[in-house]
């Protein structure tokens, strides 16, 4: 049997992963719909619309991955955070169906009234969806109260201003995302608007991120010597630094997707400086990875599936990205 602790390591690494994925690729997704609903012309929001129909069912696979992941890797962190967070999770699907409903059938809508009703339902779907993301995200980096292995809180942890506060900048990133992803998709005035968009975004994301960092340093005195550390900060400072001023010399580039890749490289940093303040632990204050953990043998058996899963998703992923990868032009009268 392999050493237990590597185990773990391994089964946390998966899930991570997965829950990564879904943020940047769904993310982009969602920050599309939000800027469908502040876009007038019903053509732009048509061009919009089409550049993420092939593949927005493909990029929410990983959320697939990660909430069964997490059920079958560390069940104790499962039966905790779910009651603590019932109804951020019933409110976030509850948005991804009526995004995907209202995306999916918008074409069929018999007049263009109708069609603008549509397309504002997606963007308030699409802006719950993030919203509760960020919400669930901070109220597990804020500290879920629990004892024994059970949930000892009252149910209205997620209501605290830092996981709103980590909701609002989910949204903003999103929408930042979205505005880039709209950059290299399509072509003409929509894509001037999404690149002056974008732009302004990133200068109000970037800050956002940096007072999220700050206050979460305020959370825990862990967290503080985490963040602290050289080995953490050092390369996250740099990175920070390094990719807005790619960000900015993308848009004088032919490769209309490299602002993307760079805001998308922020997020994977962000995201990150999460896990290193957050590690060894699963579920704050005091539940670790180890003690939420699976058996091991349950653990390899999950570990072997995602062996096959996850190659396959990213499989399909690329093979859905290389496809559809050719700029969306709106149609003008």
């Not at 909430?67 to 499962?78: D, Q, V």
């Not at 967290?223 to 953490?232: E, G, S």
Request: charged fraction near 10%; proline fraction near 5%; aromatic fraction near 12%.
């Amino acid at each position: 049997m392999p050493d237990t602790d590597w185990i773990v390591l391994l089964s946390a690494a998966a899930l991570a992963f997965s829950v990564m994925n879904y943020v940047l690729l769904d993310g982009t997704d969602l920050g599309v719909g939000v800027l469908m609903g502040l876009t007038p012309c019903g053509k732009d929001r048509r061009a919009m619309a089409v550049t993420i129909l092939p593949i927005w069912d493909a990029n929410e696979t990983w959320l697939v991955l990660g909430g069964g992941g997490l059920l079958a890797l560390f069940p104790l962190a499962y039966a905790i955070l779910l009651p603590a967070l019932y109804w951020p999770f019933i409110l976030m699907f509850l948005a991804l169906i009526l995004r995907a409903v209202a995306l999916e059938f918008r074409d069929y809508a018999p007049s263009d009234g109708l069609k603008r009703l549509v397309d504002g339902l997606l963007s308030c779907g699409s802006l719950l969806a993030g919203g509760t993301q960020g919400i669930i995200l901070g109220t597990l980096v804020q500290g879920v109260p629990n004892h024994g292995g059970q949930y000892s809180g009252d149910g209205a942890e997620w209501l605290n201003v830092f996981p709103l506060f980590c909701g609002a900048v989910l949204v903003v990133g999103y929408t930042w995302l979205g505005a880039c992803w709209l950059y290299w998709r399509t072509v003409g005035e929509l894509q001037r608007r999404s690149s002056l968009q974008a732009k302004r975004l990133a200068a109000v994301t970037i800050v956002l991120l940096s007072l999220l960092v700050a206050w979460t340093a305020t959370l825990d005195t862990r967290y503080a010597q985490r963040l602290a550390d050289p080995l953490v900060w050092m390369p996250a400072m740099t990175l920070l630094v390094a990719l807005p001023i790619g960000f900015v010399l993308g848009f004088r580039s032919r490769r209309h997707f490299l602002p993307l890749f760079c805001a998308l490289g922020v997020f994977i940093v962000a995201f990150a400086l999460m896990i290193a303040a957050l590690f060894p632990m699963i579920v704050p204050p005091q539940l670790t990875l180890q003690a939420a953990a699976s058996s091991p043998n349950s653990q390899i058996f999950m570990l072997v599936g995602f062996a096959v899963l996850i190659p396959v998703t990213l499989i399909y992923n690329t093979y859905g990205f290389s496809v559809f990868s050719g700029k969306v032009r709106v149609q003008r009268d």
